[in-house]
């Protein structure tokens, strides 16, 4: 017994698909080139990962690009050839997914190390301001009982 050929039929991506694709394409070409400037901005503060953010930014817009040629040799292609180029506009988001979430974690660590800084001179300005000043018990004006009038 044989098993039955199986019919194999192409699949078409919407021109609506094709279209949102290049739409995003463009947008996270935009964003990267935020993220880009923030590491530049970072960089110009010293902080250590601004480099990193600021290739990251490079990175993101460098896959936007491709993923907005993949769409757009997709509008022009049909059947599996505009399918393949569609798949490969998606696996260049999926790179610029990776490359956004790098910058965000590097984001990430210098808030952290911005929020240490900002608790550790708080804790020394309340320690300081503590031994500067007497407590609120000491500042209360003191009522007279009447029993001691």
């Known amino acids: 017994m044989s098993e039955p050929e199986?019919?194999?039929?192409e699949h078409e991506i919407s021109d609506q698909t094709i279209q949102l694709s290049?739409?995003?394409?463009?947008?996270?070409?935009?964003?990267g080139k935020s993220v880009e400037k923030m590491g530049e901005v970072l960089q110009k503060r010293g902080k250590d990962g601004g480099k990193l953010i600021e290739e990251r930014g490079k990175e993101i817009q460098e896959h936007a690009q491709a993923s907005l040629k993949h769409a757009q040799d997709a509008e022009h292609q049909h059947g599996n050839e505009a399918t393949q180029s569609y798949n490969s506009a998606a696996q260049e988001h999926v790179k610029q997914v990776q490359a956004?979430?790098?910058a965000n974690k590097e984001y990430s660590k210098i808030l952290n190390e911005q929020i240490e800084q900002a608790q550790t001179v708080l804790e020394k300005s309340s320690d300081f301001l503590e031994s500067r000043s007497p407590s609120i018990d000491d500042q209360l004006p003191v009522k007279k009982s009447r029993k001691s009038l």
Do not use: R
């Not at 463009?26 to 964003?31: G, L, M, Q, R």
């Open 6 to 9: 199986q019919e194999f039929t």
């Open 100 to 102: 956004h979430i790098q």
């Open 22 to 31: 290049q739409k995003h394409a463009k947008i996270s070409f935009k964003h």
